[in-house]
C-alpha cells in the first residue's frame, strides 16, 4: 500500500477507534514512515549516547545498488526487511519458499499482531510499535501471494496480466517496477529474469492500488495458493479498515478506557467512496485530507522523525533524546524485526534469518 493508506486511512481508522488525535496521530506516522526509514546514518551524542536507526525499507537508488552487489547482501535485505516488515509470511504449504507466501489477514500475521498489541501497551515505543505494526497487517492485504524473497513462485504468467480500470497503464513508478526498467536497460534482461521475481515486481505497483480491479495466472502451482488471482483491491482494502479499526478499538479500550468516536458501519460508504476515487497518490491523498474522517491529521513531512534523529547528537542529554518518536520507532523496529524473525517464525519452522 502507499501513503493514503499507511498514512491518512491508518490515522482516520485510529481515531475512529477513539485514540485520541496527537497518539493517532503518531500511530499513523510511524505506520508510513515504516517506507521512510531508509537511512542507518547514526551520530552519537557528546555525552556518548547513540541513536541507532533500524533501516525498514530502501529507497529506489539503495535498491538498486544493493541488488547488483554481492548475493549476501542482497539476501540479507530481503530477509531482514521485506520479509518482517512488507510480506510477512503467511506459512502455508510445506516448503521454505510456500510458508513465506504473504497471507492476506493470515494466522500468522495475526498471532505477530496480538503480541505487539500486548507489548504496545506496556511500553513507551507502543504507539510507534502499534504504527509499524499497523503497516506490516495492512502489506498483507495488497501483497497477499507474493513473498519477500526472490523465488519462482513470484512469477506471473507471460499475457496473463489484465487491468480492468487502470488508466495509467504503462506508467508505474514504484520500486520494484523501476528496479525492472532500470535492470532491464543495464542488463538487457527481461524485467522478471532481472529481480529474479522479488516480491511482486511481476506485477508493478498494481496490489498497492486502491481503486485496481485486475487479473493474472501465478507461473507455478503451489500449496495454499490457487493459481489464478483475481482481484479488486478496494474490496480486500475495506477488509484492512474494518480489521485494523478492531485492532484500535481493543487499544483504546484499554489504554485509554475508551469508547469509539464512530462506529464502523457509519464509515463504510465513504470508506468505499474513498477507495475508489482518485487514480495518482497525489489525488487521492487529496481525498482523503477532505474527508471529514481525517479530521485533526497532521501534515506528513518523512524528514520530520528523520531531522529529529540527527537533533539526537546535539539535544541536551542523549537520555532526553529517549523520549522523541524518532528513537522509540527505532526501538520499535527492532523489537518488532527480532521478535519475527527470532522467537515467532522459528517456533512456526519457518527459519528466514
Ligand atoms: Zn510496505
Given at each position: 500500500m502507499q501513503r493514503d493508506m499507511h498514512y491518512f486511512c491508518t490515522f482516520a481508522m485510529a481515531r475512529a477507534a477513539g485514540i485520541p488525535d496527537a497518539d493517532a496521530n503518531a500511530i499513523a506516522y510511524a505506520s508510513q514512515f515504516v517506507d521512510d526509514s531508509t537511512r542507518y546514518s547514526s551520530e552519537a551524542h557528546r555525552d556518548g549516547g547513540l541513536l541507532f536507526g533500524i533501516t525498514t525499507a530502501h529507497t529506489l537508488l539503495e535498491a538498486l545498488a544493493r541488488s547488483t552487489s554481492d548475493r549476501v547482501t542482497k539476501l540479507e535485505d530481503q530477509r531482514?526487511?521485506?520479509?518482517?516488515?512488507h510480506f510477512f509470511p503467511g506459512?502455508?504449504?510445506?516448503?521454505f519458499y510456500e510458508k513465506i507466501i504473504c497471507v492476506k489477514d493470515g494466522e500468522l500475521v495475526n498471532e505477530m499482531f496480538k503480541n505487539n498489541l500486548s507489548v504496545a501497551l506496556a511500553k513507551d515505543y507502543g504507539l510507534e510499535l502499534l504504527g509499524i505494526t499497523a503497516h506490516v497487517y495492512a502489506d498483507t492485504f495488497s501483497h497477499?501471494?507474493?513473498?519477500?524473497?526472490?523465488?519462482?513462485?513470484n512469477k506471473v504468467a507471460q499475457d496473463s496480466l489484465h487491468e480492468e480500470?487502470?488508466?495509467?497503464?504503462?506508467?508505474r513508478s514504484t520500486l520494484f517496477h523501476a528496479l525492472n526498467v532500470v535492470k532491464d536497460s543495464v542488463f538487457g534482461e527481461s524485467a522478471e529474469q532481472a529481480t529474479a521475481a522479488l516480491g511482486h515486481g511481476p506485477v508493478a505497483d498494481l496490489p498497492d492500488r486502491p481503486y485496481a480491479e485486475w487479473s493474472f495466472a501465478y507461473e507455478e502451482e503451489c500449496r495454499g495458493r490457487d493459481l489464478q488471482s483475481s482481484r479488486k483491491n478496494h474490496q480486500t482494502y475495506l477488509e484492512y479498515c474494518e480489521k485494523i479499526y478492531g485492532y484500535f478499538r481493543q487499544f483504546a479500550e484499554s489504554r485509554y478506557g475508551a469508547s469509539c468516536l464512530i462506529p464502523f458501519e457509519e464509515m463504510r460508504v465513504e470508506l468505499g467512496r474513498l477507495l475508489k476515487k482518485g487514480k495518482e497518490l497525489d489525488e487521492r491523498e487529496a481525498n482523503w485530507k477532505t474527508?471529514?474522517?481525517?479530521?485533526?491529521v497532521a501534515a506528513y513531512d518523512p524528514e520530520e522523525w528523520e531531522n529529529d534523529k540527527k537533533k539526537f547528537a546535539h539535544g541536551i542529554s542523549s537520555r532526553d533524546g529517549i523520549a522523541t518518536h524518532v528513537y522509540r520507532f527505532h526501538q520499535a523496529a527492532a523489537y518488532h524485526r527480532y521478535h519475527v524473525l527470532k522467537d515467532m517464525l522459528p517456533s512456526h519452522g519457518i527459519a528466514v534469518y
Open positions: 531482514k526487511v521485506w520479509v518482517p516488515f506459512g502455508a504449504g510445506d516448503s497477499y501471494g507474493f513473498s519477500g524473497m526472490s523465488s519462482l513462485f480500470n487502470t488508466s495509467t497503464k504503462g506508467v474527508s471529514a474522517l481525517t479530521a485533526g
